[in-house]
C-alpha cells in the first residue's frame, strides 16, 4: 500500500511537470479554453498559463491578438483596460520570440488601436523581431516623427522611441540607421540616447554614407555633425572611409562661424577630432593641406595647432614638409624681432620633430635654417635630430 501511494503520487507529480509542456504545444487546447471564458481576467489567465509553459503555441497567440485587437474598443473601466496593455504586451512580446512573421498585420493594430506607450513599445519591437518588412517604413516614420517633435507625454515618448530603436536594430536595415542616430543626438535622457548608440553598429555594417551626408548636410546643427563624425571613428570602418568623413568634417567645421561660446567649443572639439583620425588613417586628398595649415594659424588653442602638425607629419609629403618649413621659418623671424611668446617656444619643440619625420628632402632648409638663430642648445639639437633622418 505504501509503495501505491508513493507511486501514485508520483504520478501526479510527473503530470505536473509534463502538461504544461505538453499543452504548450497544442494550441488548439488554448484556444478553446481561451474561448470559453467571457471575463478578460479570465482570458489573460490562460496567455499567462501558456506563456510559463512554454514551447510554442503561435496559433494561439495569434488568435488571442486579433480578438483583443477587436474587441478592445468596446472595453470600459479602468481595470480591463489595464488587462487589455498587460495582456497586448505579453502577446506581442511572445510572437516576437517566436519570430512569427505573418503576425506583422495584428502586431501593427495593435501599435495603431492601443494607446499604452509601452504597448506600442512592445508591439514595435516585435515588428522588427518578426521582420515584418511591410511595415518598416511606418516604424521608421514613427521615430523620425519623435525624434523632431516630442510630445507633452515625454516619458510615453521615450518608451515608444526605444520600442522603434529596439524594432529598426533587428530589421538591420540601411534605412533605420540615421533615425537611430539622431535618436542618439535627440532631445532624450541619457538612457534612451545610450540605448540608440548601442543599436547603431547592429543595424549597418558600413555607415560612413549615411553619416559623411550628415556631416555635409546643410539642415544640421553643429553638435548634430560632431556626434556624426564620433559616430564614424566609432564604426568598423576601413581607414580610408574614415579620413574621407575627417576631411569632409574638417572642411564643414571651417565652412561656418560662430560668436557662441559653446558653439565654437563644438567646432574646435570637431576639428581636433578630424586632425586626430587624418594623422592615424592618413588621405591621398590634397585638399586636406590648406585645412591644416588654417588649423595651425587660426585654431583656437595651441592643443589645436599641435594636432595640426602632428597630422601634417604623419602626412609625411612634400606638401606637409612645405607648409611646415613655412612654420618653422615664421617663428624663427619672430625671435629674430624679439617677439617670441611661450606659445612659439613650445611649438618649436614640436616642428623641429615633425619635420624630420616627414623624411622629405625639402625639410632641410628650414631645419639647417635653426643653427642660424639664436636658439638654445636645446632646440638647436632638436633641428640636428631631426636632419639625421631626412636621406
Known sequence: MKHLIILITGLFVLSGILAPCLTAQDSAAYISEFNSYNALRDRFGVVQDAVKAGGSATEFYVHALNRLVLEYQNLRGATDIRIAADMATALARQLGEEGHTEAGPKLWALVETMPDPLVKAEALTALGRVQAVDYLPQVVQILTDINSAPSEDRTGQENIAVGAIRSLEAYKDSSGYLPVFFASTGWYSQRVKDRAKEALPRIMDNPAESLTSVIKGSSYNYAVKYAALQ?????????QLKAAGAVASLSEAWRTSTSTVGQRSILTNTRKLALNMIRRYGTE?????????????????????????????????????????????????????????????????????????????????????VMRFDWTGAVQRLAQEALKKIQ
Not at 231 to 239: M, N, S
Not at 290 to 305: H, V
Not at 335 to 358: K, S
Open 231 to 239: 559616430a564614424l571613428e566609432a564604426a568598423e570602418l576601413t581607414a
Open 285 to 369: 586628398d590634397a585638399n586636406v593641406y590648406p585645412l591644416l595649415e588654417r588649423c595651425y594659424k587660426e585654431g583656437s588653442d595651441t592643443e589645436e595647432q599641435i594636432a595640426a602638425v602632428a597630422a601634417l607629419s604623419a602626412l609625411a609629403t612634400d606638401d606637409s614638409a612645405t607648409r611646415l618649413s613655412s612654420f618653422l621659418m615664421d617663428i624663427n623671424e619672430r625671435l629674430r624681432r624679439g617677439t617670441l611668446t611661450q606659445e612659439d617656444e613650445r611649438l618649436v619643440r614640436v616642428i623641429i620633430p615633425a619635420l624630420g619625420n616627414t623624411g622629405r628632402p625639402s625639410a632641410r632648409p628650414a631645419l639647417s635654417s
